[in-house]
């Protein structure tokens, strides 16, 4: 199973997006969050994406899914030297990325079809 990685710069944040996802039925699918610093404040910190890339992918890979400019900075930084083949960071609307590739996880979608849900969701209008 593909695994995600929600990195942001607020813990919180990025609690509360997982708790989502495990509410709207993506429990079997390994989430891992690298948000906020070692001291509690608002950051990233590319080991911290490391290990939860290392833990989220549990044999299939994973997607990465940053917050903001910075955590993409990070994730670039955590990717150096990673296999392509089993890592994605994707450029998707946080909430809405996260939910589509967990959907896609949860059914039993592969690593690309998992990073082609998530960016699809940036064009998903609300309205």
Known sequence: ?????????????????SELLAQIGSRSVPIVIAAGTAD??????????????????QGDGAVIIPDLGS?????????EGADPARAVVVDAPF???????????????????????AREARGVAKL
């Open 71 to 79: 955590a993409v900075l990070s994730v670039k930084v955590a990717l």
């Open 40 to 57: 509690g404040r608002l950051g990233t910190n590319p080991d911290r994406v490391a290990e939860a890339l290392a833990e989220a992918d």
């Open 95 to 117: 909430v809405e990325g996260a939910v589509a590739a967990a959907v896609i996880a949860a059914s039993g979608g592969d690593l690309a079809a998992v990073a082609a849900a």
């Open 1 to 17: 199973m593909i695994g995600i990685v929600l990195v942001s710069h607020s813990l919180r944040l990025a609690e509360g997006l």
